[in-house]
């Protein structure tokens, strides 16, 4: 697994922020998240060491994980970045947004149907940005497409979209010390409905307030991705880490 974080820094942009990881772990080191900077490992993909073989030499690229991919203050950046991925097919690069309506206006001039070397993976944590969002990632032209819902905030109703343009429907709750509940009654109805589509189901992860059957679990942050791997409700999953 490798991440690449071309540049750092983010605004929340909707309910699902409301406890961003990165703006948790920047609060420790007394780091402003909503200033995006370029990192330092912006050309990562396309660096070599000193025997001119890559420093990245295969699998998939966990990319802009620290920030949005489509955040406004990259635009500038962006092109570039696009062009290391075009360059290094041999990798795969997966990245994640909630910025569903930047995703067209800022396609490279040579993408056409999509790269096959990129996932764009669209987030959704309620129904009201279900509703919103999904309308328009369904129409974009992005060879791999995955949902993501997480932090799931509330029971989601995924049904319209669930068709062969989605590779993967990935679930799980918040993590941190104010996290709010993920219900396990919510995730067990995004399940039926991939199962229902025979859309691959992946049940990433428990969160901090894990409510089953009427009781809400503290769940250690060490135990929430273990706890659902134990609950063995994944469906066709395909890992992202080993992924295409």
Same mark, same amino acid.
């Given at each position: 697994?490798?991440?690449?974080?071309?540049w750092?820094?983010?605004?929340?942009?909707?309910?699902?922020?409301?406890?961003?990881?990165?703006?948790?772990?920047?609060?420790?080191?007394?780091?402003?998240?909503?200033?995006?900077?370029k990192?330092?490992?912006?050309?990562?993909?396309?660096? !070599?060491?000193?025997?001119?073989?890559?420093k #990245? +030499?295969?699998?998939?690229?966990?990319?802009?994980?620290?920030?949005?991919?489509?955040?406004?203050?990259?635009?500038?950046?962006?092109?570039?970045?696009?062009?290391?991925?075009k360059?290094?097919?041999?990798?795969?690069?997966?990245?994640?947004? !909630?910025?569903?309506?930047?995703?067209?206006?800022?396609?490279?001039?040579?993408? +056409?149907?999509?790269?096959?070397?990129?996932?764009?993976c669209?987030?959704?944590?309620? +129904? #009201?940005e279900?509703?919103?969002?999904?309308?328009?990632?369904?129409?974009?032209?992005?060879?791999?497409?995955?949902?993501?819902?997480?932090?799931?905030l509330?029971?989601?109703?995924?049904?319209?979209?669930?068709?062969?343009?989605i590779?993967?429907?990935?679930?799980?709750?918040?993590?941190?010390?104010?996290?709010?509940?993920?219900?396990?009654?919510?995730?067990?109805?995004?399940?039926?409905?991939?199962?229902? !589509?025979?859309?691959p189901?992946?049940?990433?992860?428990?969160?901090?307030?894990?409510?089953?059957?009427?009781?809400?679990?503290?769940?250690?942050?060490?135990?929430?991705?273990? +706890?659902?791997? !134990?609950?063995?409700?994944?469906?066709l999953?395909?890992?992202?880490?080993?992924?295409?």
């Open positions: 697994m490798t991440l690449w974080n071309p750092h820094g983010c605004h929340k942009y909707s309910a699902g922020c409301a406890n961003c990881y990165v703006y948790r772990m920047d609060e420790r080191y007394g780091r402003d998240s909503s200033v995006v900077k990192t330092k490992d912006f050309a990562l993909p396309v660096k !070599k060491k000193k025997d001119g073989s890559w #990245i +030499q295969e699998g998939v690229v966990y990319t802009c994980f620290s920030s949005d991919f489509f955040v406004e203050e990259a635009d500038a950046w962006r092109k570039e970045a696009w062009s290391f991925m360059q290094r097919s041999d990798l795969h690069f997966y990245m994640i947004t !909630k910025r569903v309506e930047r995703i067209l206006p800022n396609l490279p001039d040579d993408w +056409q149907s999509g790269y096959e070397n990129v996932t764009i669209a987030t959704i944590e309620n +129904q #009201i279900a509703e919103r969002r999904l309308p328009v990632y369904m129409e974009l032209p992005i060879r791999h497409k995955e949902l993501i819902c997480e932090p799931l509330e029971d989601i109703d995924l049904t319209l979209w669930l068709d062969e343009r590779e993967q429907v990935t679930a799980g709750g918040e993590s941190g010390d104010e996290a709010r509940m993920c219900d396990y009654a919510w995730i067990l109805h995004l399940r039926e409905q991939c199962l229902n !589509k025979k859309i189901f992946y049940f990433k992860q428990t969160g901090a307030r894990f409510v089953k059957d009427g009781i809400c679990y503290h769940i250690p942050r060490k135990q929430q991705l273990t +706890q659902a791997r !134990k609950a063995n409700i994944d469906y999953a395909v890992y992202p880490n080993f992924k295409k």
